[in-house]
């Protein structure tokens, strides 16, 4: 490492951009879930369903997500293996709109736990990112224990 330079780990920004990323599909997913069945009620299309559920980070690497320990690997993985069952659901499925919304629930409680155990695992997106850098001892100074003096 060339003195005076700190090189950057990876590990908090992939972690902080998976985080963002799955919190945006959660909040989109909440906010949107009862009308995008009744758009698909209506109109008999599944975009409005899917897109809801869009990734936004969709083109990650094995490089970017090797640089996670795998507890957290294993982590992601079933978030977004849940998103994906649920993309495949609706993207195939012959169901009637009020099964849609019926199997939903089920997806939903799936989805929600996957994801809280994406961000215990992992954290929460934060607003702020903190920098991280590797620090190197340089010398480690100890601390002797004073010796009392005798009163007199």
Same mark, same amino acid.
């Given at each position: 490492? @060339?003195?005076?330079?700190?090189?950057?780990?990876?590990?908090?920004?992939?972690?902080?951009?998976? @985080?963002?990323?799955?919190?945006?599909?959660?909040?989109?997913?909440?906010?949107? *879930?009862?009308?995008?069945?009744?758009?698909?009620?209506?109109? =008999?299309?599944?975009?409005?369903?899917?897109?809801?559920?869009?990734? $936004?980070?969709?083109?990650?690497?094995?490089?970017?997500?090797?640089?996670?320990?795998?507890?957290?690997?294993?982590?992601?993985?079933?978030?977004?293996?849940?998103?994906?069952?649920?993309? $495949?659901?609706?993207?195939?499925?012959?169901?009637?709109?009020? *099964?849609?919304?019926?199997?939903?629930?089920?997806?939903?409680?799936?989805?929600?736990?996957?994801? =809280?155990?994406? &961000?215990?695992?992992?954290?929460?997106?934060?607003?702020?990112?903190? =920098?991280?850098?590797?620090?190197? &001892?340089?010398?480690?100074?100890?601390?002797?224990? =004073?010796?009392?003096?005798?009163?007199?």
């Amino acid at each position: 490492m @060339a003195a005076g330079r700190a090189r950057l780990d990876p590990a908090p920004r992939v972690r902080h951009l998976l @985080a963002l990323d799955a919190s945006n599909v959660m909040a989109r997913y909440a906010a949107r *879930q009862d009308s995008m069945v009744g758009l698909f009620s209506r109109h =008999r299309d599944r975009e409005p369903m899917l897109s809801v559920l869009d990734t $936004w980070f969709d083109t990650i690497t094995f490089t970017e997500l090797s640089v996670l320990e795998p507890v957290e690997q294993k982590a992601v993985n079933r978030f977004y293996e849940a998103l994906g069952e649920l993309r $495949w659901y609706l993207a195939y499925t012959e169901d009637m709109p009020g *099964q849609v919304q019926t199997r939903l629930g089920g997806f939903s409680r799936r989805l929600d736990a996957a994801f =809280r155990e994406l &961000v215990a695992t992992i954290g929460p997106p934060e607003a702020d990112g903190a =920098r991280i850098v590797e620090v190197q &001892v340089v010398s480690k100074v100890t601390k002797q224990p =004073r010796k009392s003096r005798a009163r007199r």
